[in-house]
């Protein structure tokens, strides 16, 4: 039997039908049309998932969709504002830190609740709050110099 689901997802009111053993995952990729969010593993093992569900990091495909109820779930999608790629995206692009793009959604993720978190994250931080999220293209050192850049400059900080 199907449930019936009220949250906010990426600051906006979402609304939906789920079958109980359907994870957050599937939900925003094939009901609500978030495909920002990517499966990579489907084990909670690769981060490509990472959602922040009430501000915490999860990988969405651990989490049944019907556990949101209530809840606020930000996405990918609601990273960046209308006007302005996020300082974390906008640094993944200048330091080249992308390249497939399957686990740059959960990078970016993963890397605006760091630097929500601790906004002066060292090198050794940073790279074990990332630990979670796989890359098999890019190489983790322009990941974690772009996270660092985009940290220093939020908080106003020349490197």
């Known amino acids: 039997m199907k449930q019936h689901v009220t949250s906010t997802i990426n600051n906006e009111p979402a609304e939906f039908l789920c079958e109980p053993d359907e994870t957050l995952l599937d939900a925003l990729r094939d009901r609500l049309n978030l495909t920002g969010t990517k499966e990579g593993c489907g084990t909670g093992d690769c981060g ?3 959602v922040l569900l009430d501000g915490t990091l999860v990988c969405s495909c651990l989490v049944f969709a019907a556990e949101i109820q209530g809840r606020d779930v930000t996405t990918v999608e609601g990273i960046a504002s209308p006007e302005a790629l996020h300082p974390v995206q906008r640094k993944l692009l200048e330091h080249a830190a992308l390249q497939c793009g399957i686990c740059t959604p959960g990078v970016v993720v993963a890397a605006k609740a760091l630097i929500d978190a601790n906004p002066d994250p060292s090198e050794e931080e940073t790279r074990y709050w990332l630990a979670g999220n796989l890359c ?4 983790y050192d322009k990941i974690i110099r772009a996270v660092m850049d985009a940290a220093a400059e ?6």
Request: hydrophobic residues 30%; aromatic residues 0%; positive net charge.
């Open 48 to 50: 490509a998932c990472s």
């Open 136 to 139: 098999r293209c890019t190489g």
């Open 154 to 159: 939020m908080r106003g900080a020349a490197r």
